[in-house]
């Protein structure tokens, strides 16, 4: 079955430090692999996707096929980092149906 | 240019009701796909449509159904309201995958339903 699982509900980091959002992913295939943020009271848009391989507001994400996972990380996290982030999974070939995970809540406190 | 749009913002229904909700994607796309939003469960697929027809549709009762007309823009409805249907409805559209790689989705701002 085609799955994403964010295990962490809430990860609450102090400004500078490092953060790594969790994301695993079930799937037979390729899989396509995204990271989507919500900041309060805006629009889900998109971060960045594995395909791009490209840092995106100093987050960067490597997907790791042999432990089906797509962790999002940044070096320095900034209180701005603040927001609902969603990994999401595509759900195959001619369709632009996504899977998401439940979302994690990253707190930066200054 | 301008966003997805999603009509209207909020609505307030009773139990047993039912109700239409819209969204008018950007110019260019013909692929919308809908997603419910909850606390509990995070954004559950509906439905996705591309040329007016139905593409896929996620694991929700008869209740639930969407259409897309010929400009692209698509309506959901959901009939014999549940308070459980209680959640932000997100549409969002797409330059529509044929192969190769999706395409970036763009969301709107959502439909709020509170269920009474």
């Known amino acids: 079955a085609q799955r994403v699982t964010q295990p962490e509900k809430l990860l609450s980091v102090f400004k500078g430090a490092p953060v790594e959002l969790k994301c695993n992913y079930s799937?037979?295939?390729?899989?396509?692999l995204f990271w989507y943020v919500q900041y309060s009271r805006q629009r889900l848009q998109l971060l960045l996707r594995h395909i791009s391989r490209e840092s995106i507001k100093g987050f960067t994400a490597d997907l790791n096929k042999g432990e089906t996972s797509f962790h999002l990380k940044k070096p320095f996290a900034q209180e701005e980092d603040s927001a609902m982030y969603y990994c999401?999974?595509?759900?195959?070939?001619?369709?632009?149906?996504?899977?998401f995970g439940t979302g994690t809540r990253l707190q930066v406190f200054p | 240019k301008a966003g997805v749009t999603q009509t209207p913002r909020y609505l307030i229904k009773t139990r047993g009701q039912q109700v239409t909700l819209s969204c008018s994607p950007i110019s260019g796309h013909r692929s919308v796909s809908w997603y419910q939003q909850t606390p509990g469960q995070g954004l559950q697929f509906l439905f996705e449509?591309?040329?007016?027809?139905?593409?896929n549709k996620g694991n929700f009762p008869g209740r639930f159904s969407g259409r897309q007309f010929s400009n692209s823009r698509s309506e959901m409805n959901v009939s014999t309201l549940e308070l459980g249907d209680s959640a932000l409805y997100l549409c969002?559209?797409?330059?529509?995958?044929?192969?190769?790689?999706?395409?970036?989705?763009?969301f709107g701002p959502g439909t709020r339903l509170t269920v009474l």
């Open positions: 799937y037979s295939g390729s899989p396509e």
């Open positions: 999401a999974l595509s759900s195959g070939r001619n369709t632009d149906k996504l899977i």
């Open positions: 449509y591309f040329s007016e027809t139905q593409r």
């Open positions: 969002a559209s797409s330059l529509a995958r044929t192969s190769g790689s999706i395409y970036e989705q763009f």
